[in-house]
């Protein structure tokens, strides 16, 4: 299997590279974002709750992603691979997905990290919140808040995949396609 974590802070264009990233490797695509709005959009109780953290830039308990994700997990089973977007984001998280994929016989292949200044990432997510219609994406406070929750909670897990020789770093400036073959490259390597 090939299991990529995508990583890095909000705005660095996960989300973009990974809709490139599943087709050209027919993967599965999990995003934590994703799963958490459609539980908002449906108004379960899960979303309700997580609705009001999002909404203010700090993140979802991890008992309620990594249930999400085990869940997303059983849901797949023949999957080629996955494509990790927006998770893990704490020590946590990394910890407990490490245990569901040795569970299932498989493991993390790699983490690439986008690596994007603060100025161009607020621009971004401004620019964003214009169409997305995301509350989180329209409130320098709340983008603010993300970007520290960010620095605080999931930078660290950079020395965690380094530790593992998981660790890549990508300059996330550029264009779209001009990212993904930096990507591609690093994939293709592995
Ligand atoms: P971005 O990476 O652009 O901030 P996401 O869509 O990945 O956007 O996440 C939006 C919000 O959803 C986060 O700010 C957080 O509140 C919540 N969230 C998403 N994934 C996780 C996660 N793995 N752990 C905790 N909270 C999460």
């Given amino acids: 299997m090939l299991n990529i974590v995508l990583f890095g802070p909000p705005g660095c264009g996960k989300g973009t590279q990974s809709a490139k990233l599943i087709e050209k490797y027919n993967l599965v695509h999990l995003s934590t974002g994703d799963i958490l709005r459609s539980e908002i959009a449906n108004g379960t109780a899960l979303g309700i709750e997580a609705k009001k953290l999002m909404d203010q830039g700090i993140l979802v308990p991890d ?4 249930g999400m994700i085990s ?3 059983d849901a797949n089973k023949n999957a080629n691979g996955f494509i990790f977007d927006g998770f893990p984001r704490t020590q946590a998280q990394a910890a407990a997905l ?3 994929l040795k569970e299932k016989g498989t493991a993390i292949t790699a983490m690439l ?3 994007v200044e603060y100025d161009e990432l607020v621009r971004r997510i401004l620019h964003r919140g214009k169409d997305s219609g995301r509350p989180d994406d329209q409130n320098p406070t709340v983008i603010g808040k ?3 929750e960010y620095n605080k909670k999931t930078a660290p897990l950079i020395d965690y995949y380094k530790s593992q020789n998981k660790f890549h770093s990508i300059k996330g400036n ?3 396609d001009e990212i993904f073959g930096k990507l591609c490259e690093v994939i293709d390597n592995l």
């Avoid at 008992?63 to 990594?66: A, E, L, M, S």
Wanted: hydrophobic share 45%; net charge negative; aromatic share 0%.
């Fill in 71 to 73: 869940a997303k997990l």
């Fill in 98 to 100: 490490d245990n569901l």
């Fill in 113 to 115: 990290s986008l690596d």
């Fill in 146 to 148: 993300r970007v520290d």
């Fill in 174 to 176: 550029g264009t779209i």
């Fill in 63 to 66: 008992q309620v992603v990594i």
